[in-house]
């Protein structure tokens, strides 16, 4: 089954400093690969996802994510942290590029920005 | 496009009483998922609908659980005798289909149940 590896439940980060959020797949078959964020009470967002065209992938709010298969990562970066990026943000996988797209997700990073 | 819609937003309940929850997907979207997140943990696959049809069934969803995709719309998701370990937000979401190149899942604010 395809998995995804969250490190670190919670991540604090200054106000202005970079974001730099962790994530490691494991894949029989190419992966599709997501990035979401929950803010408290609301559903997931998509952030951004990888299917298998650029490496490097641009999302919303100035987030970004490089797939590199040889370290099987998708790690989630923003140069600059700002007090809206408080939320949780969940990496997931998707081996079914068709039909059922279910996902598999993380346990995700609960991200604190320190003023 | 209103967005993803569930109801209610919180359930509470007793050991053994059954409940029902409510997704209203995005208009047009065939395809329609839902999710169970307990604390802690990142959500975890139920089951998936393509229209009316019920596709593929989680091991999580025991036979107290049972989904509903009447016409192709909107679903529902009901837990019978329910227990503690059924307290976690449901999570619903939906996706026009096509290949993942173009098919992204949205999902609800969720229905949080606490079993008492």
């Known amino acids: 089954a395809q998995s995804v590896t969250q490190l670190g439940s919670h991540v604090s980060v200054s106000e202005g400093a970079l974001v730099l959020l962790r994530c490691n797949y494991s894949s029989s078959v190419p992966p599709y690969l997501f990035w979401y964020v929950q803010y408290p009470n609301q559903g997931l967002q998509l952030l951004l996802k990888?299917?298998?065209?650029?490496?490097l992938v641009k999302g919303i709010n100035g987030f970004e994510a490089e797939f590199k298969k040889s370290e099987t990562s998708f790690h989630l970066t923003k140069p600059s942290a700002h007090m809206s990026d408080a939320a949780e943000y969940f990496c997931?996988?998707?081996?079914?590029?068709?039909?059922?797209?279910?996902?598999?997700f993380g346990k995700g990073n609960q991200v604190v920005v320190i003023p | 496009d209103t967005g993803v819609s569930q109801n209610p937003r919180h359930k509470i309940t007793k050991r053994g009483q059954n409940v029902t929850f409510r997704c209203d997907p995005i208009?047009?979207?065939?395809?329609l998922y839902w999710y169970r997140q307990t604390l802690g943990q990142g959500p975890e696959f139920l089951t998936y609908f393509q229209n009316e049809a019920q596709l593929e069934k989680s091991r999580l969803l025991s036979d107290r659980f049972s989904a509903e995709r009447p016409k192709g719309s909107f679903s529902t998701l009901e837990i019978q005798r329910t227990e503690q370990g059924d307290s976690a937000m449901y999570l619903c979401?939906?996706?026009?289909?096509?290949?993942?190149?173009?098919?992204?899942?949205?999902f609800g604010p969720g229905t949080r149940l606490t079993v008492l």
């Open positions: 979401a939906s996706s026009p289909g096509g290949g993942v190149g173009t098919d992204t899942q949205y």
């Open positions: 208009s047009e979207h065939n395809r």
């Open positions: 997931a996988v998707s081996d079914r590029p068709y039909g059922n797209n279910r996902l598999a």
């Open positions: 990888y299917t298998s065209a650029a490496t």
